[in-house]
């Protein structure tokens, strides 16, 4: 047994997003940086408030887990067309509205 504990600094916020240490900066975005090609000392210099062991310690994460994690941004990427579709989609009252207005002014 180790005479210390090893703690992670990745956290689950109350949305579901997998953030590391006290930063709002989340694992995606680390993983997505590290996967493009940056290295730990890149992400920290573009992410300040993130500490580089806690960076190394979210790209060890990832690579132990690389199948989880990869599933994990693939539902982030799911959730994220679908809520894009949705706010670029006409907005339901708004064509009823035209249609009303449309028949209000040939009415007049």
Request: glycine share 6%; charged share 25%.
């Amino acid at each position: 047994m180790l005479p210390f504990a090893v703690e992670s600094p990745l956290r689950v916020d109350a949305h579901g997003a997998i953030r590391i240490g006290s930063s709002r900066v989340t694992l995606a975005v680390v993983i997505t940086s590290f996967r493009a090609g940056s290295t730990p000392e890149e992400i920290v210099m573009r992410f300040p408030t993130l500490g580089l062991a806690d960076v190394y310690a979210a790209i060890t994460f990832y690579l132990r887990n690389v199948a989880e994690i990869d599933l994990y941004l693939c539902e982030l990427e799911d959730k994220g067309r679908a809520q894009k579709g949705r706010a670029e989609a006409p907005e339901p009252m708004a064509a009823i509205r035209a249609r009303l207005l449309e028949r209000q002014r040939l009415a007049s």
